[in-house]
T-cell receptor, first 111, second 113 residues
């Protein structure tokens, strides 16, 4: 079945860039997403990328996709304390509604 | 305001009791989902429904049941058969177009003692 892997924890200093990595196994993945979860809350979509794209930039967020290696990353520039949260990578194959989520990476921003 | 509501935010039950978690959406979305979240395990899919009166088992459906009698409502019952029910439960919905993201409710934390 599909599998999405992430490291569990990342710590960065305020103002530095954060890079959160994700690998997935489903070669038919068509849509890849990054969600953010603040403590005790639901998930919020941050950004997404289609599998025919290599990169997508949205203000402080940059998503890079290496389809050959099935590797997705999320870069947050000028990381702020408000960025402290759990970040989930997720993938969906085209035509199916089921989404597979990664384990989540807890980002800690040190002031 | 359009969105997904889950109630209650915190729920406490004794072992052996069934409990139903509410999920309502006014986004007019066809698809709805229930996930369970445990620390370090991410989100695991319990059940999903793509249309009214139809639903499918997810990866960890044992010990859970759902119904989808109305488009806006997708309640989840945690039965006494669920071996380890204490968890954070998240409901989500999505529109039918391809690639559409899921919209999440605020979650219900269930504690069974």
């Amino acid at each position: 079945g599909e599998d999405v892997e992430q490291s569990l924890f990342l710590s960065v200093r305020e103002g530095d860039s954060s890079v959160i990595n994700c690998t997935y196994t489903d070669s038919s993945s068509t849509y890849l997403y990054w969600y953010k979860q603040e403590p005790g809350a639901g998930l919020q979509l941050l950004t997404y990328i289609f599998s025919n794209m290599d990169m997508k930039q949205d203000q402080r967020l940059t998503v890079l996709l290496n389809k050959k290696d099935k590797h997705l990353s999320l870069r947050i520039a000028d990381t702020q304390t408000g960025d402290s949260a759990i970040y989930f990578c997720a993938e969906k194959a085209g035509g199916y509604q089921k989404v597979t989520f990664g384990t989540g990476t807890k980002l800690q921003v040190i002031p | 305001d359009g969105g997904i509501t889950q109630s209650p935010k915190y729920l406490f039950r004794k072992e052996g009791q069934n409990v139903t978690l509410s999920c309502e959406q006014n986004l007019n979305h066809d698809a709805m989902y229930w996930y369970r979240q445990d620390p370090g395990q991410g989100l695991r899919l319990i059940y999903y429904s793509q249309i009214v009166n139809d639903f499918q088992k997810g990866d960890i459906a044992e010990g859970y049941s759902v119904s989808r009698e109305k488009k806006e409502s997708f309640p989840l019952t945690v039965t006494s058969a669920q071996k380890n029910p204490t968890a954070f439960y998240l409901c989500a919905s999505s529109p039918p177009r391809q690639g559409s993201e899921q919209y999440f409710g605020p979650g219900t934390r269930l504690t069974v003692t």
